[in-house]
C-alpha cells in the first residue's frame, strides 16, 4: 500500500503520504472548495459539500496534531493515468476527505433492561437514523474499495437492530438458551497487523505509557510495512492465505528473549513519553541516551551471564530434509584436528541450506529408525573425531541463509552438549523418562524440551540431554 500511495504522490493526485497524523492544519482550510471542485468523477458527491458553508471541525483542523506534513488527501489534480490498483487506493482517499464535510451519522441507540422471575436480561441495538457521510460508503460510491467496510471503525462492536419499545411494556416471550465456546482471537492479517502497530497501546496496561503510545503506535507508517516484511524475509512469520502464522522459529526466538520488556509495546512507551518530554524541555536528551546504553549493558550482561544452550531451529514449512555426503569427512583421518564442514547440496527447486544441526551417524547397515515425519532422530552418538567414509548429515532446507557453514562451531556446541553425557552408560541416556530424576547431575527433573529431553536445572549448569524414545532405537 505504501508503494501505490507513494505512486499517487508522485503522480501529482495525492499529498505526501509518509505521514502520522489523521489532521489537517488550519492554512489548507481556505484551498478545501477548489480541491472539491477539481475532483473530477465525484461531482455527485462534492456538490452538496460545496452547495453549503464547509464545516470547519476541531476534529478535522488541528495544528497541535500537526508536525511536518498534514495527514493525506486528494490535490484536486488529476493529470496522468491510474492503474487499476491506483484507482482503488485513490478512490478510498477521495471518499474519506469528502467524508470529513459531510453531516454527522445519527445513531439511535436502545438499551432494554428486562426481568424475568427475578433474573435480569439486558440486550442492545441501534437504529440509523440519518446516514450523514456513510452514504458515501453505499456499494455504488465505494465499488472500488476493497475489504473496507465503515461500520468496522464506527461499530467495532457490532449490535443488532431492535424494534421500538415502549418503557414498562411486557409480553409473552419464548425462551432460547444456546450454548456457545469462546474462541481465541483470529489470526493478524497484514491489514489487522498494521492498524494493531498503529493502535499499540490498547495492548499496554500502564495508562501513562498507553497514552504515549496512543499518538504514534508502534513505528511510523513509513516503517511499519517493512518491519512486516523484515519478518517474512527471516522466517519468523508464513502467510496462509490472508492469516499472519509465527513459524518454530518465531515462537521459540521469542521464548529464548527472556528480558520481557523487548517482546512488549510498553517499550516503546516509555520511549516515546521520554522523547515527548525532551520535545517539551522536561528531560534531557543526554539522561535518555544514558539510560539506553545502561539498558543495552544490562541485556549483554545478562546473556553473557546465562550459560544454557539455546539453539532455534531454521525449519522451512514444508520441513522437507536433504541428506548429503561431507567432503571433510571423507576425506579426514580419524583422529586428525581437522573439523568437517557441513555443506548443503543444492536441488533443482529450491537452495537447500544448513539447518538445524541434526547430526546421525549412518550405520552400514542403513537400518535408522525414522520418525512419524519420514526424517531422523534428533539426537545421535555423532561426534567429530567418529566421522567415517560412511558418514551423512541431515540438513532441513530453507531459504533464508548461506548454503554452507563451517561446522567447527556447530561440532563445538554439540561436543560441549554432549560431553557430559559421554561419562553415563548410554543406556541410560536412551532409557529415560519424562519426569525421571536426572542421571548426570542427580538433582534434577527430566523435562520435555521442543526438541529432545533434558534436565530442568539447566539452568545452573546441567547440560544432560537425550532424545525422545519413540524416536531412537535404545541400544541393547
Request: charged share 25%.
Amino acid at each position: 500500500t505504501l508503494k501505490i500511495i507513494q505512486s499517487l504522490y508522485e503522480k501529482k493526485f495525492t499529498t505526501y503520504p509518509r505521514v502520522d497524523t489523521t489532521y489537517l492544519s488550519d492554512d489548507i482550510y481556505p484551498k478545501i472548495p477548489g480541491i472539491l471542485k477539481g475532483l473530477n468523477g465525484y461531482e455527485s458527491l462534492t456538490q452538496p459539500v460545496l452547495n453549503a458553508k464547509i464545516p470547519k471541525s476541531k476534529k478535522v483542523f488541528d495544528n497541535s496534531k500537526v508536525t511536518d506534513h498534514h495527514a493525506i488527501i486528494p490535490t484536486g489534480q488529476q493529470k496522468g493515468i491510474l492503474t487499476e490498483t491506483e484507482k482503488k487506493v485513490y478512490n478510498l482517499v477521495v471518499l474519506h476527505f469528502i467524508a470529513n464535510f459531510y453531516p454527522e451519522a445519527k445513531v439511535l441507540t436502545t438499551t432494554v433492561l428486562a426481568d424475568v422471575n427475578g433474573v435480569e436480561f439486558k440486550a442492545a441495538g441501534k437504529q440509523i437514523q440519518s446516514p450523514g457521510w456513510r452514504v458515501l460508503f453505499s456499494n455504488s460510491n465505494a465499488e472500488n474499495v476493497t475489504d473496507y467496510n465503515p461500520k468496522d471503525d464506527a461499530e467495532p462492536n457490532k449490535e443488532q437492530v431492535l424494534p421500538h419499545f415502549v418503557e414498562g411494556e411486557s409480553g409473552p416471550h419464548t425462551p432460547e438458551v444456546l450454548q456457545k465456546y469462546t474462541t481465541p482471537p483470529k489470526y493478524f492479517t497484514e491489514a489487522t497487523l498494521l492498524r494493531a502497530m498503529e493502535t499499540a497501546g490498547k495492548f499496554v496496561d500502564n495508562e501513562e505509557l498507553r497514552d504515549a503510545l496512543k499518538e504514534n503506535g508502534i513505528g511510523r507508517p513509513s516503517t511499519r510495512a517493512a518491519i512486516i516484511e523484515t519478518l517474512f524475509k527471516r522466517n519468523y512469520i508464513i502467510k496462509e492465505k490472508k492469516n499472519l502464522i509465527p513459524t518454530s522459529r518465531g515462537i521459540e526466538l521469542v521464548e529464548m528473549i527472556n528480558y520481557d520488556l523487548l517482546k512488549s509495546a510498553e517499550l516503546t512507551g516509555q520511549w516515546e513519553r521520554k522523547l515527548r518530554d525532551i520535545e517539551k524541555g522536561n528531560y534531557l536528551a543526554d539522561n535518555f541516551i544514558g539510560e539506553l546504553k545502561s539498558m543495552v549493558v544490562d541485556l549483554v550482561n545478562q546473556v553473557k551471564s546465562d550459560n544454557t544452550l539455546k539453539m532455534i531451529s531454521i525449519v522451512n514449512d514444508t520441513d522437507a530434509k536433504t541428506k548429503t555426503k561431507s567432503k571433510s569427512a571423507r576425506n579426514s583421518q580419524p583422529g586428525s584436528k581437522t573439523q568437517p564442514a557441513i555443506k548443503a547440496q543444492p536441488d533443482s527447486n529450491s537452495q537447500s541450506t544448513v539447518n538445524e544441526m541434526s547430526l546421525k551417524r549412518q550405520e552400514s547397515s542403513n537400518n535408522q529408525k525414522q520418525n512419524s515425519s519420514g526424517g531422523y532422530s534428533q539426537i545421535s552418538d555423532y561426534t567429530p573425531n567418529s566421522a567415517t567414509s560412511n558418514d551423512t548429515i541431515d540438513i532441513q532446507k530453507s531459504n533464508d541463509i548461506q548454503n554452507t557453514i563451517d561446522s567447527s562451531d556447530a561440532h563445538k556446541e554439540v561436543s560441549k552438549n554432549l560431553a557430559e553425557n559421554d561419562k553415563l552408560d548410554k543406556s541410560k541416556i536412551f532409557s529415560v523418562k519424562e519426569g525421571d530424576r536426572c542421571p548426570l547431575c542427580g538433582k534434577g527433573i527430566i523435562i520435555r524440551g521442543r526438541t529432545q529431553l533434558g534436565c530442568n536445572r539447566y539452568k545452573e549448569g546441567c547440560n544432560f540431554r537425550a532424545p525422545f524414545p519413540a524416536d531412537v532405537d535404545v541400544p541393547k
